[in-house]
Structure formats: C-alpha cells, structure tokens
C-alpha cells in the first residue's frame, strides 16, 4: 500500500507542482491586492468573526473538519470538470491571503495560521492534484474509447477503463492522502492552535 502511495505521488509530480503553484499565487494576490478586494470581502470576514463571536459558529473540530473535508471533496469531484479544482484551491488561498493582510499584527495572525495551516494547505494542494488527475483519468479514459475498433459497448467500455483505471486509484489515493491531513488539520485548529499562538506571544 505505501508503494502504491509513493507511486501516486511521484507519477503525478506536475499535478501536484502545478497546485502548489497555483496556492502560492493565489496568495501572493491575496495578499497584495487586498486594498482593492476590501469592499468585497471585509463582508464575509466581518460576517465570519460575528457568527464565532457570537457562537452561531462553533470551532470544534467536527465543525472545522466537515467544512473542509467538503472542500477537499469538492476539489476532488470538481476535476471531472475541466480541471476546476484549481479554481476553488486559488479562491481559498486568494482569501486566507486577505484575510492575512487585513491584520495589524500579522505575528499573531500568523501563528493563529500556520500550526494547522501546514496541514490545511498541504491538504488543499493535494486534493487540488487529486482532481487534476481523476479529469487526466476521463481523459485516458476517452482517448481509450476512440482508439478502439467497433465492438460491443461493454467491451469498449472495460478495455478502455482497465487502460485508464490506474489514474483513478492514484486519485483516490490522493484524496485519501488529502482528507487524512485535513483531519489531522482540524484537531490541531481546535485543540493545540491557539495555544501555541498563546504559549510563544507570552514568550517574547
């Protein structure tokens, strides 16, 4: 099995590079181009703040693990089209990026951040490669189909998907890989992030 997951990995390295790509991108613009999205979004994070604040939303762990294990799902079935996976990974990197460069003290703000973000993005990148491999699965999987001769369908159908099947478990795997450290991600966020965040502040 860990041969199997080491194989997902390094077969689909440019996947994976190009979401990690993407991530970064999303959050260098984020980040920059908060002065001119402040309109737009200080909404939603005003809106957020409220409803935690006020208990409406609650950071426990199953709270912050359903939430992104959707995501992560999404990101995966989301590369059945046309790759869109790379959509959802930017516009959450574009928004922690934000939501970043809205604080004034960014130390806080980032130790608040990164102890369950490594998880969290690592995840997101992941899951984002995931997609990009089930839509390069569809795509093997219809080149298979074209270059068959005439036959029955059933037997189109299976020569191409054994041709092809390799792709979908590699993302599989990927997403099985993906929604272990999103797990991993919400425990850190609701029982060890804030104090961390806490313990190294009253360091200094």
Known sequence: MLDEVKLAFTENRTAIISAIAILFISM??????EP?????????VEDLAQKVQTGV???????IFSNN??????????????????????FNGFFAAYYVATKSNLYYTLLLIVPHGIFEFSSCIIACASGFVLFNFIVKFLKAISKQDDGP????????????????????????V???LM????????????PIADFLVNLI
């Open 28 to 33: 260098i613009l984020g980040y920059i181009l």
């Open 36 to 44: 001119y999205v402040h309109g737009l979004f200080n909404p939603v």
């Open 57 to 63: 939303i609650k950071l426990t762990f199953w709270s």
């Open 69 to 90: 294990i959707r995501i992560v799902f999404l990101m995966f079935v989301y590369g059945l089209f046309l790759c869109f996976s790379a959509v959802i990974l930017a």
């Open 153 to 176: 369908v059933k037997v189109i159908l299976y020569n191409a998907f054994e041709q092809s099947y390799t792709k979908l478990k590699q993302a599989i795997i990927l997403l099985a």
């Open 178 to 180: 993906a929604s272990i």
């Open 183 to 194: 797990a991993i991600a919400g425990f850190v966020e609701a029982y060890l992030t804030l």
